[in-house]
């Protein structure tokens, strides 16, 4: 379980992030979204103990980072920063962080396996791909099979045989009940990975809900004889009204409740149409706007 609650970071008296505060639940993958700059990585470096929240609280199983007993064994973390010396290969890299965090040496082996660089094992790291120092930084991450997973931008590099690699890896963590929270600034690289999301902009949460929701309940276009009355009733009834001129735009209603009300208040409907909205749109409208 990760929680952050009202977490602040301030820098010289400017914010990178502010009074952030959100869940990412065992069992499920979380998707941490924003545009470049909006305050992702801040979090997650106060999540890791790597900064030093300004007021607020970012915990892992109900604790501070710091506070963990055994903290490499609860949380496995992917940051952007390069990890590892460019002459070591991927093999000597893994050993040195098994023998660092107490796991068996027989565990490198596996995990090169895992994420399919048993054969590149042997060659320098400084010659990896992009992709394939991806592929190492998670194996690094998965090293103590720890319950909590962080991975900062993970997708940067990978191919569409990568992600499709990592999207299938991140759901085996969250169906062993792992906890998983993955940030990045496209939300079409996880609309098919995550349970959940957190948009954060400007350093500030503007929406955390499961994904199910962000598209769901779409938006309502009707075109009836008297808008006006059709407009009032809707409003009446808790919706959000904006016109076009030519037809009312209607959202927080079903496409039925539009009907009903319309027949309440005695206008003929024309046209009824249901918008499905575009994750990516939606996405946008609230990561682009603080
Ligand atoms: N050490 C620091 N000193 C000063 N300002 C910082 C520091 N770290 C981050 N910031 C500022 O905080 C804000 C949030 O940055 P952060 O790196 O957390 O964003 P991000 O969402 O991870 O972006 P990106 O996708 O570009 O990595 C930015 O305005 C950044 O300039």
């Known amino acids: 379980m990760i929680e952050t609650r009202d977490l602040t970071k301030t820098y010289r008296g400017v914010d990178a992030v502010r009074d952030v505060t959100f869940t990412a639940a065992p069992g499920r993958v979380t998707g941490f979204l924003g545009l470049n700059g909006s305050g992702k990585t801040t979090t997650m470096r106060m999540l890791l103990?790597?900064?030093?929240?300004?007021?607020?609280?970012?915990?892992?199983?109900?604790?501070?980072?710091?506070?963990?007993?055994?903290?490499?064994?609860?949380?496995?973390?992917?940051?952007?920063?390069?990890?590892?010396?460019?002459?070591?290969?991927?093999y000597s890299h893994l050993a040195t962080q098994a023998l660092l965090a107490g796991v068996p040496r027989r565990r490198v082996e596996e995990l090169l396996e895992y994420v399919g660089l048993t054969e590149a094992g042997n060659k320098s790291t400084g010659a990896y791909s992009l992709g394939m120092r991806q592929r190492l930084a998670v194996a690094t991450g998965l090293l103590t099979?720890?319950?909590?997973?962080?991975?900062?931008?993970?997708?940067?590099?990978?191919?569409p045989g990568g992600m499709a690699w990592l999207r299938a890896l991140l759901r085996e963590r969250a169906a062993a009940g792992g906890t998983v929270l993955i940030s990045s600034h496209l939300l079409g690289e996880l609309e098919q990975t995550v349970d959940d999301v957190v948009i954060i902009a400007a350093g500030r949460v503007r929406l955390a809900a499961p994904l199910a929701?962000?598209?769901?309940?779409?938006?309502?276009?009707?075109?009836?004889?008297?808008?006006?009355?059709?407009?009032?009733?809707?409003?009446?009834?808790?919706?959000?009204?904006?016109?076009?001129?030519?037809?009312?735009?209607?959202?927080?209603l079903t496409?039925?409740?539009?009907?009903?009300?319309?027949?309440?208040?005695?206008?003929?409907?024309?046209?009824?149409?249901?918008?499905?909205?575009?994750?990516q749109e939606v996405f946008l409208s609230l990561a682009a706007n603080p």
């Open 255 to 279: 496409a039925e409740d539009a009907g009903e009300i319309a027949l309440q208040v005695g206008v003929p409907v024309y046209q009824l149409v249901t918008e499905v909205q575009n994750l």
């Open 213 to 252: 929701s962000l598209g769901g309940g779409g938006r309502l276009r009707v075109r009836g004889r008297d808008p006006h009355t059709l407009w009032l009733a809707y409003e009446r009834a808790g919706a959000t009204v904006t016109t076009d001129g030519a037809e009312l735009h209607v959202s927080g």
């Open 49 to 90: 103990g790597l900064a030093r929240p300004t007021a607020g609280a970012a915990l892992i199983n109900g604790k501070r980072y710091r506070d963990l007993d055994k903290p490499l064994r609860q949380v496995g973390a992917v940051l952007e920063q390069g990890l590892s010396h460019p002459g070591q290969s991927g």
């Open 145 to 159: 099979d720890p319950p909590v997973l962080i991975l900062d931008e993970p997708a940067n590099g990978l191919d």
